[in-house]
């Protein structure tokens, strides 16, 4: 695995690779990984000729309520992983690789990234897209790979790359969970036990939602007021949000009709964990 750290060893490599004819998967994340990061590397090594696999903590798509420095890293962890792996390249760029001094270019998708965790976050899906389309513009990858935990960024980048002519396929694999059903998120090892434990109102106030689903149940304004009944008798946990939604346009649904995202975040002490489930008809 070769070690890339700057813009430009990062486009030289990608010239050459593109003069060998050769497809490039890629899988951009912000480190400290964990197994569903890594069910996203074993896809791309089997969907393309090159793995490239990026790690950045992007500082745009953090508010000044959030604390970055909070974010867990192990840099030597995640590049053991990836070796053992089969990642091809690693691009791991400094903050001012990224945005050097007087950087000013942001991308927002509007009527997308304000909804869900938008509300709460203003902001931060325009750090999202911006430093997404940086990556693809460097690294120039045929297909990337995303997570459905990350639901909303998921149709958000979609719709970036569809409006803006991307030449770039975006699959979206499901959420890994741990054995006892909590999504997993580098996140989770912010959790003491406790939280851990308080943690699991997450999946399990989802898999009531299934239930309901699957019993009939098409108001969903039932389903949300049964969920934040289950997840207010959690006295760790602290709702942000419970929403159903179209899952295309994230606009709300009153009936379902057809597929819906139905998408929480919540906050177990001071972390806030996300998480999420499609309702198919």
């Not at 486009?11 to 996203?40: D, N, Q």
């Amino acid at each position: 695995m070769k070690v890339v750290k700057t813009v430009s060893g990062m486009r030289a490599a990608v010239r050459y690779l593109r003069a060998k004819r050769l497809t490039i998967g890629f899988v951009p994340t912000m480190g400290y990984l964990h197994e569903g990061h890594l069910s996203l590397v074993r896809k791309c090594r089997k969907s393309a000729d090159v793995c490239v696999v990026s790690i950045f903590v992007n500082p745009l798509q953090f508010g000044p309520q959030e604390d970055l420095r909070r974010y867990p890293r192990d840099f030597a962890m995640d590049a053991g992983l990836l070796r053992r792996e089969g990642v091809d390249f690693l691009f791991c760029p400094a903050d001012t690789e990224m945005y050097p001094e007087g950087y000013r270019a942001t991308v927002e998708v509007s009527g997308l990234q304000d909804r869900l965790c938008g509300r709460s976050r203003p902001g931060h899906f325009k750090g999202v897209a911006t430093v997404v389309l940086k990556l693809f513009n460097i690294v120039q990858p045929d297909v990337a790979f995303f997570g459905q935990k990350d639901a909303q960024q998921a149709v958000i980048l979609r719709k970036m790359a569809e409006d803006l002519n991307l030449n770039v396929k975006i699959r979206i694999l499901p959420i890994v969970r741990e054995p006892d059903g909590l999504a997993m998120s580098s996140r989770n090892v912010l959790l003491s036990k406790e939280e851990r434990r308080a943690a699991l109102i997450l999946s399990r106030s989802l898999g009531e939602a299934r239930r309901m689903f699957d019993r009939g149940e098409r108001r969903t304004g039932v389903i949300v007021a049964w969920l934040r009944k289950m997840i207010a008798a959690e006295p760790l946990a602290k709702v942000d949000y419970v929403e159903i939604v179209y899952c295309r346009d994230l606009r709300p649904v009153d009936l379902i009709r057809r597929d819906v995202l139905a998408a929480l975040a919540v906050y177990i002490g001071r972390t806030r964990l996300i998480d999420n489930i499609i309702l198919k008809i």
